[in-house]
């Protein structure tokens, strides 16, 4: 079947923009998580989604960060006022179920350039 | 001290060794170990994963855990061009995030 897809794949924004970045999980996979990966860096937790609620934003970095997935299956990561230092990929994973042995699979990615 | 600490490398090995890459960890209740490959410009791959101390072999890839000493390594037998990537060791923190390490990138020359 068909992996994690996100979109846009690419993102240019200028500063103080707001942006939308969408996520479409697996099929059947119920937890939905997102990271985002600086150069030269590993990926960084930012929020997960089991089911439609956030059970865990602790790697949201300010409130300019906003996560939604209302129907338990596409999240959209949502960026307000965006900063130069918000460049980076963003990564969607998601897995079958929530908990410890459940592996991550992630999608393409999509880059966010802030002028 | 990092979570979880990986060797940055570059890490050159001729094509047909092993290619022997480690990563330690600070939290000692991580559970859940995994292994993921990343090709310039695109996003991890899962390659493999471990839960428990000792071996896990699959095809050209053995995966090492040892909770005592809070290491975890990948092998890669039989090392080809195609495996020159970036390899990111990531741990299960609580029951929903993986804490990554920054990533060892591997070379295998011809």
């Known amino acids: 079947g068909a992996g994690v897809s996100q979109t846009p794949s690419n993102k240019v924004t200028e500063k103080g923009k707001y942006v939308e970045l969408r996520c479409d999980p697996i099929?059947?996979?119920?937890?939905l998580y997102w990271y985002r990966q600086s150069l030269g860096q590993g990926p960084e937790f930012l929020i997960y989604f089991q089911g439609t609620g956030a059970a865990d934003d602790s790697g949201l970095p300010n409130d300019r960060f906003f996560a939604v997935r209302p129907e338990g299956s596409v999240s959209t990561l949502k960026i307000q006022r965006t900063e130069r230092g918000d460049s980076a990929v963003y990564l969607c994973?998601?897995?079958?179920?929530?908990?410890?042995?459940?592996?991550?699979?992630f999608g393409p990615g999509t880059r966010l350039t802030v002028l | 001290q990092k979570e979880v600490e990986q060797n940055s490398g570059p890490l050159s090995v001729p094509e047909g060794a092993i290619a022997s890459l480690n990563c330690t960890y600070s939290d000692r209740g991580s559970q859940s170990f995994f292994w993921y490959r990343q090709y310039s410009g695109k996003s991890p791959e899962l390659i493999m994963f471990i839960y428990s101390n000792g071996d896990k072999e699959d095809g050209r890839f053995t995966a090492q855990l040892n909770k005592a000493s809070q290491y975890v390594s990948l092998l890669i037998r039989d090392s080809q061009p195609s495996d020159s990537a970036t390899y990111l060791c990531a741990v299960n923190k609580g029951a929903q995030k993986l804490v990554f390490g920054q990533g060892t990138r591997l070379t295998i020359n011809p």
């Open positions: 994973a998601s897995s079958l179920k929530a908990g410890p042995y459940n592996e991550q699979f």
């Open positions: 099929s059947g996979h119920t937890a």
